[in-house]
């Protein structure tokens, strides 16, 4: 039985701060996410080199030293509490059986910390989607389907708390519509074919992960919105779609909590602020300490209402201070020590405040991540049940936002993204309400050999 | 007379209904093609490339103008075959190596190349050596372009290179890598011939190892 959301979670603008929610997560270990404090969340992978079983030993050792690296330093320096994410490489996911073995001797790693030390930490599990290895994508059944459903009850028995996963249902069809910029392929990637998969999906990923033992925390819209805000860094693209498809990715990203995600959701799922105001849910984010995995403009707004401040991944590279993930691990403990320290001395608001001014006018991927913008999206959201028509509702809104704000001249924004913001309203418009029509003109339009149908039941 | 000048204008502005109309009518005044692809079709595509470089305009704006061009070649194709010569500048075989799924780079540069006139055959993702010798050998392509997103599988490019050796095709085709992970060292020491950090420096490449520009 599915959650509806039918209004925001929070009743004013200023309880909506960083590291605390109104539903905080309980793991095991006593850690809670979301009761006041914002702690980090790592995540590290391997230098180059191929992830086959002759390298699994090699692999399981570079990962035992990150971890102990990782986890030295946050005694040192007096970080209590932590998150651990540990996310799949492909191969360690389609072989279940690899991923498993080398989460079990990073649990093992983490319990002897806790037991010598007191460093309370998690591990966050997040599997891949193999299910796009099949082209078109098999999304229902199979061998890959097969393998996530191992390694997620495994390692969920293993001792993870935290399960997660970026799915990719509509990506398949989302790719060319980014590159294109193409909104009425983005809106029937992300307001039809992905909420359908997110359902399927996460009904069956909660009921998978709560009987193993473990917290369905959540997802990301990384292969749609965050792939946007990549070619948009990169001149490709205009900043303008990329927030747009931001913001649309909020009717897709809410299926997971209506169907039983519990959060925190995945770092990189900068959509989830969004999800934090709906439905109270802990969250996790990054920004200017993800720099060593990906740039971006929202830097410091980021963090302003995270439950964990997050690095998305580091190389186990060797830096001239020490390892990457070292130093990542650094980063994010100060970051979270300041904050922490504002909100001790009641300055929380204060310091949200700054993390938003610092960002919020210099770009429009940065803008709709105001606390205000974020409530006036949410409660749009929330004002009907179809996640086709919250997917239009909320990209109508978006632009219209983004239009008033360049006119009062509190955004700052290129001529070339102006006149894109001028044709985007007119995509908007010439797309129907009426979901059949638009999955019947769709269905006739986009490129059948890229998508099953009959795997979003369409 | 068609004004050729729209022609220009058509592929500049990624019309590609008129690019063809006006290519249509321009060969049926017997204009004649490779004078049509010199002096206007070229001539617009570089003046988009000009344009994207100086940021005036988005990769969607370049595709759409790469559209158009195809449109337009594609008409002329069968006149210049007839008439003994090709519109291809070049042939590329492209594709993200085994244990990689992601495509959306790969798909980029795919793009831009071909509307820059390559003729592109993109064999996927997660691709093994077999594939892309087997598709080298089956195209005659004169480049290969290795797409890797993980640091796990950007040492498969290196596999790949050495599978070209063993085929005999090595010294046919010119090697391009590129990815998030990979860098100019990291192409030099696994022997590839070139390496792009951006899809649009991508073409620059590709016309520069095959001495086009």
Same mark, same amino acid.
């Given at each position: 039985?599915?959650?509806?959301?039918?209004?925001?979670?929070?009743?004013?603008?200023?309880?909506?701060?960083?590291?605390?929610?109104?539903?905080?997560?309980?793991?095991?270990?006593?850690?809670?996410?979301?009761?006041?404090?914002?702690?980090?969340?790592?995540?590290?992978?391997?230098?180059? =080199?191929?992830?086959?079983?002759?390298?699994?030993?090699?692999?399981?050792?570079?990962?035992?030293?990150?971890?102990?690296?990782?986890?030295?330093?946050?005694?040192?320096?007096?970080?209590?509490?932590?998150?651990?994410?540990?996310?799949?490489?492909?191969?360690?996911?389609?072989?279940?059986?690899?991923?498993?073995?080398?989460?079990?001797?990073?649990?093992?790693?983490?319990?002897?910390?806790?037991?010598?030390?007191?460093?309370?930490?998690?591990?966050?599990?997040?599997?891949?989607? =193999?299910?796009?290895?099949?082209?078109?994508?098999?999304?229902?059944?199979?061998?890959?389907?097969?393998? =996530?459903?191992?390694?997620?009850?495994?390692?969920?028995?293993?001792?993870?708390?935290?399960?997660?996963?970026?799915?990719?249902?509509?990506?398949?069809?989302?790719?060319?519509? =980014?590159?294109?910029?193409?909104?009425?392929?983005?809106?029937?990637?992300?307001?039809?074919?992905?909420?359908?998969?997110?359902?399927?999906?996460?009904?069956?990923?909660?009921?998978?992960?709560?009987?193993?033992?473990?917290?369905?925390?959540?997802?990301?819209?990384?292969?749609?919105?965050?792939?946007?805000?990549?070619?948009?860094?990169?001149?490709?693209?205009?900043?303008?779609?990329?927030?747009?498809?931001?913001?649309?990715?909020?009717?897709?990203?809410?299926?997971?909590?209506?169907?039983?995600?519990?959060?925190?959701?995945?770092?990189?799922?900068?959509?989830?602020?969004?999800?934090?105001?709906?439905?109270?849910?802990?969250?996790?984010?990054?920004?200017?300490?993800?720099?060593?995995?990906?740039?971006?403009?929202?830097?410091?707004?980021?963090?302003?209402?995270?439950?964990?401040?997050?690095?998305?991944?580091?190389?186990?590279?060797?830096?001239?201070?020490?390892?990457?993930?070292?130093?990542?691990?650094?980063?994010?403990?100060?970051?979270?020590?300041?904050?922490?320290?504002?909100?001790?001395?009641?300055?929380?608001?204060?310091?949200?405040?700054?993390?938003?001014?610092?960002?919020?006018?210099?770009?429009?991927?940065?803008?709709?991540?105001?606390?205000?913008?974020?409530?006036?999206?949410?409660?749009?959201?929330?004002?009907?049940?179809?996640?086709?028509?919250?997917?239009?509702?909320?990209?109508?809104?978006?632009?219209s936002i983004l239009q008033q704000a360049v006119d009062k001249k509190e955004l700052s924004m290129e001529e070339r993204e102006l006149s894109w913001l001028d044709m985007l309203c007119f995509q908007i418009d010439e797309i129907p309400e009426d979901e059949e029509e638009f999955i019947a003109e769709m269905k006739e339009e986009s490129d059948i050999t890229k998508y099953k149908p009959d795997e979003y039941d369409i | 007379m068609t004004d050729l000048n729209l022609l220009y204008e058509a592929i500049l502005k990624g019309k590609k209904k008129t690019a063809i109309e006006?290519?249509?009518?321009?060969?049926?005044?017997?204009?004649?093609?490779?004078?049509?692809?010199?002096?206007?079709?070229?001539?617009?595509?570089?003046?988009?490339?000009?344009?994207?470089?100086?940021?005036?305009?988005?990769?969607?704006?370049?595709?759409?103008?790469?559209?158009?061009?195809?449109?337009?070649?594609?008409?002329?194709?069968?006149?210049?075959?007839?008439?003994?010569?090709?519109?291809?500048?070049?042939?590329?075989?492209?594709?993200?190596?085994?244990?990689?799924?992601?495509?959306?780079?790969?798909?980029?540069?795919?793009?831009?190349?071909?509307?820059?006139?390559?003729?592109?055959?993109?064999?996927?993702?997660?691709?093994?050596?077999?594939?892309?010798?087997?598709?080298?050998?089956?195209?005659?392509?004169?480049?290969?372009?290795?797409?890797?997103?993980?640091?796990?599988?950007?040492?498969?490019?290196?596999?790949?290179?050495?599978?070209?050796?063993?085929?005999?095709?090595?010294?046919?085709?010119?090697?391009?890598?590129?990815?998030?992970?990979?860098?100019?060292?990291?192409?030099?020491?696994?022997?590839?011939?070139?390496?792009?950090?951006?899809?649009?420096?991508?073409?620059?490449?590709?016309?520069?190892?095959?001495?086009?520009?």
């Open positions: 039985m599915s959650i509806q959301f039918t209004k925001l979670a929070y009743d004013s603008i200023d309880d909506f701060l960083y590291g605390k929610c109104i539903h905080p997560v309980v793991c095991k270990n006593g850690i809670v996410i979301g009761n006041g404090e914002i702690f980090p969340e790592i995540n590290f992978t391997l230098p180059p =080199m191929k992830a086959t079983s002759d390298t699994l030993p090699e692999a399981k050792r570079i990962y035992g030293e990150m971890l102990e690296g990782v986890l030295k330093k946050a005694r040192d320096l007096y970080a209590q509490n932590l998150v651990v994410e540990f996310e799949t490489l492909p191969q360690y996911t389609e072989f279940p059986e690899w991923g498993i073995e080398i989460h079990k001797m990073m649990r093992n790693i983490m319990w002897d910390f806790e037991t010598k030390y007191g460093i309370k930490s998690v591990i966050r599990m997040t599997p891949n989607d =193999m299910r796009e290895m099949n082209r078109p994508p098999i999304m229902r059944s199979g061998k890959y389907w097969d393998a =996530m459903v191992r390694i997620f009850s495994q390692t969920a028995r293993d001792g993870a708390d935290l399960l997660s996963i970026e799915s990719t249902g509509g990506k398949e069809i989302s790719d060319e519509a =980014m590159i294109n910029a193409d909104l009425r392929t983005a809106v029937f990637a992300l307001g039809v074919l992905a909420p359908r998969d997110m359902k399927w999906l996460w009904t069956n990923l909660v009921e998978i992960i709560e009987e193993n033992g473990a917290i369905p925390a959540g997802d990301s819209a990384c292969g749609f919105a965050n792939t946007a805000m990549v070619l948009a860094e990169q001149g490709f693209i205009p900043k303008v779609f990329a927030a747009l498809v931001r913001t649309m990715s909020i009717p897709r990203a809410l299926v997971a909590i209506e169907n039983g995600a519990k959060g925190p959701g995945k770092d990189c799922a900068y959509e989830n602020v969004y999800l934090k105001a709906i439905t109270g849910t802990p969250i996790s984010l990054e920004g200017k300490t993800a720099a060593c995995a990906h740039f971006s403009p929202i830097g410091n707004i980021a963090a302003a209402v995270a439950d964990l401040w997050s690095n998305e991944s580091v190389q186990h590279i060797k830096l001239l201070s020490g390892f990457a993930p070292v130093v990542s691990t650094e980063q994010l403990i100060y970051d979270c020590r300041l904050m922490n320290v504002a909100t001790k001395n009641g300055q929380t608001k204060t310091m949200r405040d700054w993390l938003v001014e610092s960002d919020c006018y210099l770009d429009c991927q940065a803008y709709i991540l105001r606390p205000d913008v974020v409530f006036e999206i949410a409660k749009e959201t929330v004002k009907t049940q179809s996640p086709f028509l919250r997917t239009l509702k909320i990209a109508r809104l978006t632009l | 006006l290519t249509n009518a321009a060969l049926e005044e017997k204009a004649d093609p490779k004078s049509l692809i010199d002096n206007h079709m070229i001539k617009a595509m570089e003046e988009v490339g000009r344009q994207f470089e100086n940021h005036e305009i988005f990769v969607p704006e370049l595709l759409m103008a790469g559209r158009a061009m195809k449109a337009s070649l594609n008409i002329l194709q069968p006149v210049l075959q007839g008439q003994g010569a090709g519109v291809s500048i070049g042939k590329v075989v492209i594709g993200t190596v085994k244990g990689d799924l992601h495509d959306i780079g790969k798909n980029l540069v795919a793009s831009m190349l071909e509307g820059c006139g390559f003729e592109v055959i993109d064999i996927g993702i997660d691709m093994d050596s077999a594939k892309f010798v087997e598709a080298i050998r089956e195209h005659k392509a004169n480049i290969l372009g290795l797409s890797a997103l993980l640091t796990t599988t950007m040492p498969y490019m290196k596999t790949v290179i050495e599978a070209l050796k063993e085929a005999g095709l090595r010294d046919q085709v010119k090697v391009i890598v590129g990815g998030a992970p990979v860098s100019q060292s990291f192409a030099t020491e696994i022997g590839a011939d070139g390496y792009s950090d951006t899809a649009n420096s991508a073409v620059t490449k590709v016309k520069d190892l095959l001495g086009i520009l």
